[in-house]
């Protein structure tokens, strides 16, 4: 989740770009970016006969928060084995 969202950033990404840094079938890929466009955390768009996957304000704060909890949660594991 973290990849797709990640690799959207910005100026956007393709399809196939979201597939290679995501490690992801292209279905599995679809089904994905569906979801997400669904829930408001990306868009597409299509910009000189190519489509652009793109990560909305809202999945940006998402990723932030995702990023926040994966952080936390490493600090926690390291001083469980102190």
Known sequence: MRDVLQT???PGAGISRIMF???L???QAMAYLSQKSEDGLMTNDVEQGRRY???TPK???YLAALNNMCELLQ???KT???
């Open 25 to 27: 079938s292209h279905s």
């Open 75 to 77: 600090m926690e594991t």
């Open 53 to 55: 996957y793109r990560t």
């Open 59 to 61: 999945g940006v704060e």
């Open 21 to 23: 840094c995501a490690c």
């Open 80 to 82: 469980l084995q102190i």
């Open 8 to 10: 959207a950033m910005g």
